[in-house]
């Protein structure tokens, strides 16, 4: 079974409409992050979660919000979806093992804003 | 702030052949991560970095931190189709005490067989 795993892998949505991409991960990590990823543009960060009661913006967290339930879960949500929304959006985990990090990728999701 | 510039942006290679990427970086990166992302994948870790002058290998893959800890770099032996995909770098923001990585732009790597 796979250790961080992202629902749905594949969205097609409207213009105005909200929708929630949810991230599960059994790895026991306390850091969580939603990463969009743009062809030519690599990886931002939108937001990220040191722990459960901590919440933080990343680079382009505007036209998103967040929502950590749990330990093991951290969920995106667009409150009303533009087209330049659509992108491939990653969660990722990690810990700090004897002062270093190494983040563990979800598989994905990808989103079409009409 | 921090950045980190990768390149080539994209290789188009011939099976066989030897791949040589680069990262650098104006300000100093006490860690240098490579990832690979394959086609429809997350990217996983390949090789982590943690001293200056460090040279690591994983099977074909090698990697070194540059010595002025301002760079890094990634070769690949003898490259096979499965060798497609995004290569990125990415290192610790070091400002503040919120450790988020910076990440590269990518160097997207074609082999043709």
């Known amino acids: 079974d796979a250790d961080v795993t992202q629902t749905p892998r594949n969205r097609i949505t409207k213009t105005g409409k909200r929708i929630m991409l949810e991230c599960s991960q059994t790895?026991?990590?306390?850091?969580m992050y939603w990463y969009r990823q743009d062809p030519g543009l690599g990886l931002r960060l939108i937001y990220y979660s040191f722990d459960v009661k901590d919440i933080n913006k990343g680079e382009i967290s505007d036209g998103y919000s967040v929502s950590r339930q749990a330990q093991a879960k951290f969920s995106l949500s667009l409150e009303s979806a533009i087209p330049n929304q659509t992108a491939l959006y990653f969660c990722?985990?990690?810990?700090?093992?004897?002062?270093?990090?190494?983040?563990?990728f979800g598989p994905g999701t990808r989103l079409l804003v009409l | 702030g921090q950045q980190l510039n990768q390149s080539p942006q994209s290789m188009f290679i011939q099976e066989g052949e030897d791949v040589s990427m680069n990262c650098t970086s104006s300000?100093?990166?006490?860690?240098w991560l490579w990832y690979k992302q394959d086609p429809g994948e997350g990217p996983v870790l390949l090789i982590a970095l943690y001293k200056a002058g460090e040279l690591t290998s994983n099977g074909r893959l090698t990697a070194q931190f540059g010595i002025t800890r301002k760079d890094s770099f990634l070769n690949i032996s003898a490259s096979i189709p499965s060798d497609v995909g995004i290569y990125f770098c990415?290192?610790?923001?070091?400002?503040?005490?919120?450790?988020?990585?910076?990440w590269g732009l990518g160097t997207s790597l074609a082999v043709n067989p």
């Open positions: 990415a290192g610790p923001n070091n400002a503040g005490n919120n450790r988020k990585l910076i």
């Open positions: 990722a985990t990690s810990d700090l093992q004897a002062g270093q990090e190494t983040q563990y």
């Open positions: 300000s100093i990166f006490n860690t």
């Open positions: 790895k026991g990590h306390d850091r």
